[in-house]
């Protein structure tokens, strides 16, 4: 009779573009002008399961560039990996899904980005290495805070 395998099992099945997006509205005129534009970014990481010991870690960029009250370019995207994630302790799974996972992808979504802007006609936007330990420690925090009663006096 075999017994089963309980070994803790981490491996990558695929990293994947899965969505994105330029925008110029505001193109061919505001190509004229040669002010420095303000940009814009916000980053945002998800994970769900998708099949029995599945997972599918999703890390998005919103980059929205723009001069005065008018946009320059938007790019949105997001970069996703499938993990097979099993025989975990449920304490180590957050952690995993919210730290090890998005450290993966980001690199990929953050070519993609340079590489999507630079074809669109503009200097490449770099985005900056992130600490994914200290944004899902800041998240569990405000979790925790949110969750906790609130006591009026």
Not at 76 to 85: D, H, L, P, R, W
Request: aromatic share 6%; hydrophobic share 45%.
């Amino acid at each position: 009779m075999a017994e089963a395998n309980l070994d803790p099992v981490f491996q990558i099945q695929r990293v994947y573009l899965k969505d994105v997006s330029l925008e110029q509205p505001n193109s061919p005129e505001i190509l004229l002008n040669q002010e420095q534009p303000g940009v814009d970014i916000q980053l945002g990481v998800d994970a769900k399961p998708v099949a029995d010991g599945m997972f599918e870690v999703t890390v998005t960029a919103t980059v929205h560039t723009r001069i005065a009250d008018k946009t320059v370019f938007l790019v949105e995207a997001k970069q996703a990996g499938i993990f097979e994630i099993r025989n975990i302790s449920p304490e180590q799974m957050g952690p995993l899904l919210g730290i090890a996972c998005p450290q993966i992808v980001y690199p990929y979504l953050r070519g993609n980005v340079a590489d999507v802007v630079q074809r669109g006609g503009f200097p490449p936007v770099h985005l900056a290495e992130i600490n994914f330990q200290a944004m899902y420690e800041q998240q569990q925090a405000e979790a925790a805070s949110a969750a906790a009663p609130q006591i009026i006096v």
